[in-house]
């Protein structure tokens, strides 16, 4: 199977947030090469000097070091869904709308809301959640990307999209493995 492992990050969790970074990761099942070593895309937007910001998404941007990349390396929007869309049609050669398998933690219920048309709309109604994938029915929700993996593969989730999205495949990997 071919899917894209996808993860976004934002100024916060609300519609009036932005995204500000973009990372998509292929993954063909098929050839498991290392993970570092994946076709992977990534763009950090700038949102410019008036966007709005929920103050937890704030801190912990400040201290990752996005909040500093968005005004210093972000491009348009407009560029970084060009840039995508290239790099998907590179990975799938031409595709039908809607037809890319996303792979991501709470990508259907979150990510997606944020992705701009036409970049939005490459991907498949039906996504996979790694949390679903390993839900254990004995707690009162899914587990989060954190939860999910072993203390060898990443001590803590870093909230940057590139990382994440590769994790996502760690994740999967070790389920299908």
């Given amino acids: 199977m071919k899917y894209v492992a996808i993860d976004t990050e934002t100024t916060g969790l609300s519609d009036k947030c932005s995204l500000i970074e973009i ?3 292929f993954e063909d099942t098929s050839k498991p090469d290392p993970i570092e070593e994946l076709p992977a895309f990534h763009a950090v937007v700038n ?36 840039d995508g869309m290239s790099w998907l049609s590179g990975r799938f050669g031409y595709y039908e709308r809607g037809s890319v398998v996303a792979a991501g933690k709470n990508f259907a219920g979150f990510d997606k809301r944020f992705l701009p048309f036409p970049l939005s709309a490459a991907f498949h109604y039906r996504a996979i959640d790694p949390g679903s994938v390993f839900m254990d029915f004995n707690h009162d929700r899914p587990p989060g990307l954190n939860d999910l993996l072993s203390a060898d593969e990443q001590p803590d989730v870093p909230h940057r999209a590139l990382e994440d999205a590769r994790n996502v495949v760690r994740v999967l990997r070790r389920k299908y493995a």
């Fill in 47 to 82: 949102v410019g000097a008036g966007a709005f910001w929920e103050p937890f998404a704030l801190q912990m941007h400040l201290d990752n070091g996005l909040y500093a990349q968005v005004a210093t390396e972000g491009i348009s929007m407009g560029k970084a869904v060009d």
């Fill in 23 to 25: 990372a998509m990761v």
